[in-house]
């Protein structure tokens, strides 16, 4: 972190670091104005030079100011001047979702991984409604407030409806996190509303049982898990769950989002009346793999293009070298 306690940014006072990200830095920071507290996403200024990560620094920006809903994190910015590219963000007292969990030291009780489970559909089903995709969903990008209530944040990677692709088709799976991604985003799709619903059933999955549906020995595998293996019944894993929770949470998770639930509003109307629902009206068989090694050929040309980058730098920099020597 390159902000250090008691650092000034403009009006605002830096009073601990609060974590970093892939290309911003995030701080707990004081409006020296009127003394509320504020948290601060910095963006990196060593990837300045970086278009495609800085245009989506500005997308974050451009997304966050549109959003107030009681289920995500508000955007505090008055477009006021300032010296540095930086979001102001609400500060909420508690802690994320993830550290959260950890600490209770028992499986979270059944209904209280339900009411979560509405309170992150009430804010997807408002961010859709608002033609925004977040596509990164996790317990480490919500946060739990005091008073119980939940907060999605980090919209570093969240599409916004009509927006052109910043990167490169075959890097999409960087954008996301192994566990939660959708397959369709691991094969390099951009992804869409059933893939914010396809990480909330992961997202439920992972609440109830403790650790989520795939798991590997690296990053590789577990994306291969999503694309070509069927999740255990959460039941085989703790067994006080309801056959119609189950139910809903494995339909939020089909492989093929043609197979999902359509829509947030489908969701929550079966949560809603999980004491109606039949469970063996629902087809969880066994799906066809998707795309067979995509997620390995996928990262084959993303090592291939990363490659080629460093080759080229490294040759611009004999160039630089050489022309040098020879003016000397």
Partial sequence: MRLSPGTRVDRFEILEPLGEGAYAETYKARDTRDGRVVVMKSFNPNLFADLHTFQRF???????????????????????????????????????????ASHLGHPVPIDTAIDWGRQILAALGYLHGHGIVHRD??????????????????????????????????????????????PEQIKGNR????????????????VLTGEP???????????AGHLQSDPKPLRSHRNDVPPALEAVVLHAMRRYPEHRYQSVAEVVHDLDHLDALDPAS???SPEPPMGGMAAAESAKRL??????????FIGVCAVVITISVVVK
């Fill in 58 to 100: 500005r997308r974050e920006a451009q997304i966050v100011t549109k959003l107030d809903h009681p289920n995500v994190v508000h955007s505090l910015d008055d477009e006021s001047h300032r010296t540095e590219p930086y979001l102001i963000l609400e500060y909420i007292e508690g802690d994320n979702l993830r550290h959260y």
């Fill in 137 to 182: 969903l996790k317990p480490e990008n919500v946060i739990i407030g005091t008073d119980g209530q939940l907060h999605i944040m980090d919209f570093g990677t969240a599409l916004l409806d009509g927006a052109k692709r910043l990167t490169w088709r075959h890097l999409s799976e960087s954008l996301g996190t192994p566990d939660y991604m959708s």
């Fill in 191 to 206: 992804g869409d509303a059933r893939s914010d619903i396809y990480a909330w059933g992961v997202f439920m999955y992972e």
């Fill in 213 to 223: 549906p795939f798991r590997g020995d690296n990053w590789m595998a577990t994306m």
């Fill in 282 to 284: 629902f087809d969880l």
């Fill in 303 to 312: 090592w291939a293009y990363v490659a080629l980058i460093a080759v080229s």
